[in-house]
């Protein structure tokens, strides 16, 4: 079983940055397709970002692009999302998502392809 935690999270003015970490223990993340979703209050979770455990392709929302950046750590056991211009609107739970294979095209921000996750990680943004 793989054992997702996310960490990072925090209170950040409009136009602040965050880093959020997704670690894993006793499991190689290198091995898996990692994503990053969110869930604000009253709406459904989103696809945020994915990382490709194939070729470290990498995957944005519209809503995120040019201000959010995947990355895999040095450790591989680590993937963090930089959050640079954060938005009021960017306020959500964050989660990481992992899977043991490749996804292509759309599949990437399906809740459904992914088979572990993390508990989450506040991120509220407001002045």
């Known amino acids: 079983q793989v054992q997702l935690v996310e960490s990072g999270g925090d209170l950040v003015q409009p136009g602040g940055s965050l880093r959020l970490s997704c670690a894993a223990s006793r499991f190689t993340l290198d091995y898996y397709t990692i994503g990053w979703f969110r869930q604000a209050p009253g709406k459904e979770r989103e696809g945020v970002s994915c990382?490709?455990?194939?070729?470290?392709?990498?995957y944005y929302a519209d809503s995120v692009k040019g201000r959010f950046t995947i990355s895999r750590g040095n450790t591989k056991n680590t993937v963090y999302l930089q959050m640079n211009s954060l938005k009021p609107e960017d306020t959500a739970v964050y989660y990481c998502?992992?899977?043991?294979?490749?996804?292509?095209?759309?599949?990437?921000?399906?809740?459904?392809?992914?088979?572990?996750w993390g508990q989450g990680t506040q991120v509220t943004v407001s002045s």
């Open positions: 990382i490709s455990r194939s070729d470290g392709t990498t």
């Open positions: 998502a992992a899977v043991g294979r490749s996804l292509y095209g759309t599949n990437w921000y399906m809740i459904a392809s992914y088979g572990h």
